[in-house]
């Protein structure tokens, strides 16, 4: 790909992400941040690149490094996530309706 | 850029994690689709670390970069065993630190979170660095890194120490082992950009055979994320965590350029929005300018002059059996709860006090201030651990044409945001921001520790001394309690 196809991408995901946010419920903030937290830890994929390649021993060890940070973020990351979710409740609706 | 020339399907693969991505934030929209997305959330990233390892672990690579030999080698078990165990470490600590966390120091926990994203982007660019070659990023020749690669990688490492140092910070101001108060240098403005120049100039400099010049650019970036941290008082925090939550996504964003990965691009704008529109939403409800808040030292010049100097008057102070009668025989009474309510972990006696309300047959509602809390919805999320349903929860807007039909506004642990000096008074530091217009309701309960202590703002609040408002002052988890109590009997 060349750059200016990847910086299309870039900032049509940009206009993506300023209309799917705007359309977050306020109530649902702290998720939010919580949940851009976990995906923004995508970053396991150039972690992932570095620990895999062979050549360069300092560069594998910084890799499989990033690659623990960034596990620790992303299991964290959805798991907090889930947890404040499963709290949201609406009126009067049995516990047992809510998915875990 | 032969290494870039991967499978379509790799490609494709990456892309549909990015979608994911998207819809895992447009889940939520509601509560009720929210846990749907955090499951898109997490298939995405399945499908981005799954692909990642297909490819690149030794000799499943469909396309080997120049200069690279692994002929002879079959499948690489070590190095993906060595992968794995970096995932099950991360992961163990990760789920414990998430079952663990209390809803209260969530703050801290995202902060913390931020500093790790920002810290994995570091070591990427250094591996980047160190190995281009693995990530495809040399020059025809083999001899250097690629021109906009260095820039990109420059870009994302700088972005990505900013981001480390800077969450360390916040964290530690959030978490109490730092004071919140402001620290000011003099010059600060001064050294702040000449480090950012100085980073900047360093990014364009910088070729795979100039290390020092790299290591320069990280070491930079480290001081100036945490001299922009410094200054910013506790109570501007959740713009500095809505502002570096935009830039882990940007570090993302910039090492995805590196990578021409398309999982990594999406994903880094959504953040990187995400972040700014949260930063941008709490400044609005402050009536500040992202510039101001960025700059600093708010809470440090306002607390000296606003403290003192105030003349007595005249204030009436309520019992817990006075806000149980009252209440009681109420039609319909709001709660107003801020970061002392949070403070005190009074949110589950406030549930129970409404309870009891409800079983007299009053109509009881939350009303939640975009600052209230720490963080962006942090009230949200802690009125939602005490089981209180999401629909009697209101926003500023929604709610506040109600107060005047309201028999009793029940403030617990807030201030400045139902403060009419906001509205009325042009000196005041917060003149300008939305609060809430409780001096409509027939009765105002103020729960609050002491009269001492104003906001965080250091302005004195004309509703302590309204005649239809009886202070509580009490440690505001006992004093619900006591009021649970009254209403009881």
Redesign the interface.
């Known amino acids: ?1 060349d ?1 200016v196809s ?1 910086l299309s ?3 049509l ?2 206009f ?3 209309y ?37 021993p ?3 060890w ?32 049995p516990a047992s309706r809510e ?1 875990k | 850029m032969e290494a870039h020339a991967v499978n379509p399907w790799v490609a494709i693969a990456y892309l549909i994690a990015g979608i994911c991505f998207i819809l895992a934030l447009r889940g939520l929209s509601s509560p009720a689709t929210s846990r749907r997305g955090n499951r898109y959330g997490m298939a995405g990233m399945a499908i981005a670390v799954v692909t990642t390892l297909l490819t690149h672990v030794p000799l499943t690579a469909p396309s080997t970069p120049a200069g690279i030999e692994h002929a002879g080698l079959l499948f690489d078990f070590a190095t993906l065993s060595e992968i794995l165990a970096a995932i099950a470490i991360g992961a163990v600590i990760g789920l414990t630190t998430a079952r663990k966390i209390q809803m209260t120091a969530m703050p801290q926990l995202v902060a913390a979170f931020h500093s790790l994203v920002g810290l994995a982007a570091v070591l990427v660019g250094v591996a980047a660095f160190y190995n281009p070659a693995a990530f495809g990023i040399l020059e025809a020749g083999g001899l250097d890194i690629l021109k906009g690669s260095r820039i990109e990688m420059g870009l994302g490492v700088a972005i990505g120490a900013i981001t480390f140092s800077g969450s360390v910070i916040a964290f530690a101001k959030l978490n109490g082992n730092m004071s919140g108060a402001p620290i000011l240098l003099p010059a600060r403005h001064a050294i702040n950009l000449a480090a950012l120049l100085a980073i900047i100039v360093l990014v364009s400099l910088f070729h795979g055979d100039t290390p020092h010049l790299f290591w320069g650019i990280v070491a930079l970036s480290f001081v100036i994320g945490f001299l922009l941290i410094i200054p910013i008082g506790g109570a501007d925090m959740p713009v500095v965590v809505s502002m570096l939550n935009s830039y882990s996504g940007w570090a993302a964003a910039a090492m995805g350029f590196t990578l021409h990965n398309t999982a990594m691009i999406v994903t880094g704008a959504l953040v990187g929005s995400s972040g700014a529109i949260l930063s941008y939403i709490m400044c609005r409800a402050m009536n500040r300018s992202f510039i101001s808040v960025i700059a600093g030292g708010f809470g440090a010049e306002n607390g000296a002059s606003g403290g003192e100097a105030k003349e007595q008057r005249p204030w009436k102070r309520g019992s817990a059996e006075d806000a149980a009668f009252l209440m009681q025989e109420a039609e319909n009474v709001i709660i107003i709860p801020g970061y002392g309510m949070a403070v005190a972990q009074a949110q589950h006696v406030l549930r129970e006090m409404a309870d009891l309300l409800k079983k007299h047959g009053v109509n009881v509602k939350y009303a939640i201030h975009p600052v209230a809390g720490r963080m962006p919805g942090h009230m949200n999320v802690l009125l939602a651990e005490a089981n209180v349903p999401y629909d009697e929860v209101f926003e500023l807007e929604d709610i506040n044409g109600e107060f005047a039909q309201c028999d009793v506004a029940f403030i617990i642990g807030a201030n400045d945001v139902v403060n009419p000096a906001a509205r009325t008074d042009k000196t005041s530091p917060i003149y300008g921001m939305p609060v809430f217009d409780v001096e409509k309701a027939k009765t105002i309960f103020f729960v609050k520790r002491s009269m001492g202590g104003v906001g965080y703002a250091g302005v004195d609040n004309d509703v302590f001394y309204m005649d239809q408002t009886m202070m509580l002052l009490a440690d505001a988890k006992k004093m619900v309690e006591d009021i649970n109590k009254a209403l009881a009997d």
């Open positions: 790909m750059f990847i991408i870039f900032v995901a940009c993506v992400g300023y799917v946010v705007w359309s977050v419920t306020p109530a649902l903030h702290t998720p939010l941040m919580a949940v851009t937290n976990a995906i923004s830890s995508v970053i396991v994929v150039g972690a992932l690149v570095a620990s895999a390649a062979p050549g360069s300092l560069s594998k910084l890799g499989l490094g990033a690659v623990m940070l960034a596990s620790i973020n992303i299991f964290g990351g959805f798991a907090v996530t889930a947890r404040m979710l499963a709290m949201y409740k609406k009126k009067d609706k998915t």
